[in-house]
């Protein structure tokens, strides 16, 4: 006997990935070219070694790769019977989305003389465009398809960037880490989406939901490795040498203290002492999402260490109290609990860097406004607001909490309509009882008689009949 899966999963998956392949190998035969940096037309590269800027991003470039494809993915990869559609599913998101990014990206911010001009940059800002796509799709994590989560991506990357230009254009906000442009963003679209793929016959559990020894350590292998890496996340769009050096030094405090209290407070909350696994995968990175907002400024190292204390807490409190009102009074089915790793975090941190941005003294500020040195020195010092006039502490403080505001109102109504349009049947979605298994996708040499038993006993809970031959 075997399962009868759908046979539109073999016509539609290929056919959008060649689709979509060929439509962007022909925009990027027509509108792309190297940058000056990279170009070979270019004189200066060879008379001038620092116009090349391979030695400031390569070695970060490689930082945020291994987050993006082996951190992450490992990550996810906590199911028993979906650890290779989390890791794969991954690595087929992030690639369409970097290359998706890079267009959209360069139409808004590199695009001069009819050519958008690429380089290594323009790939480290694509792979955070790509972090988003990724971290919506936990919230579905298993209960969807990869043909909807191709189209998820398509229809995030565009908005993500038009609402990272908005609240960088208008509201100028100081956000090195991406803590409202990212994860915020992320999280509460990925939450609109999941709020309109709800499932309610999922909604009391599913047997094959479930983790194992072995996959809650590969997923605790893939939260260390983010660990150690997430300082290269949060600096390497810091404007100065120093300001990029603040930027680790903040983020590893703020992570090393979020570590320490999961510790304490998984250890707490338990009536034996247990320490949870779920709060060590996610909590332990919650001070990292915090600090971004302001890990480039003069928080002062117990700042940093506080706010990875609080990150942590709300990481643990969200998975212990506010996932399950979500689930049951708002139908919100978080299947990562994206909204206790990012949403959380990062209001958190938007906050203190509101609180940091107010109380910082200009001797030793890490960002200087306008409003606070003379007209005549504005030109030397690199982070004021050339030409916008008066600009103080308090506006920006403002900005940041307005920058927050409507990065949560677009991408909470952008995950709602997004989610609207990944519904139709004809996406293939995987039915109740095959959802969190790998073998509607992939060849995987399994235990058949597990698998079966399994299967037979979700057929039963979620009372939907399997088609046998």
Known sequence: MSIVFNPSVRCQLPVLLLLLQGILIAIFAVFLSYDEPSSAASLSNITVAKNNHLDTYFLLFKDVQLMLFVGLGLLLSFLKLYGFGAMAFNLLIANFSIQWAVLVQGFFYHYRDGKIHFGLENVMHAEFAAVTALISAGAILGRSSPVQLLLLSMLEIPLFVLNDWLINYYFRIIDVGGTVAIHVFSCYFGLGVS????????????????????????????????????????????????????????TFLALSFSTLTTFALSSLMDRRGRISLVHLQNSILAGGVAVGASADMMITPAGASGLGCIAALSCILGFQYISPFLEKKLK????????????????????????AILFERVDTAGHVFTSDIPIEKESLIPDTAEGNGAWNATDQALNQAAALGVTFGVSLLGGYITGLLLKPPCLVHPSDEMCFDDQPYFQIAIDSEETWSLNLKAQGELLVPLKQV
């Not at 996959?215 to 660990?227: F, K, P, V």
């Not at 150690?228 to 120093?242: D, G, H, R, T």
């Not at 919100?332 to 609180?355: E, F, K, R, Y």
């Open 195 to 250: 709020r309109m793929l709800y499932r309610p016959r999922l909604r009391a559990g599913h047997l094959k939901n479930i983790t194992t020894p072995t996959t809650d350590l590969l997923s605790l292998l893939g939260a260390i490795i983010l660990w150690i890496f997430w300082p290269s996340f949060n600096s390497v769009l810091a404007k100065s040498a120093e300001a990029q050096h603040r930027a680790v030094l903040n």
């Open 332 to 355: 919100v089915q978080d299947q990562c609990g994206i909204h206790n790793l990012h949403g959380l975090p990062a209001i958190i941190g938007t906050l203190g860097s509101i609180l």
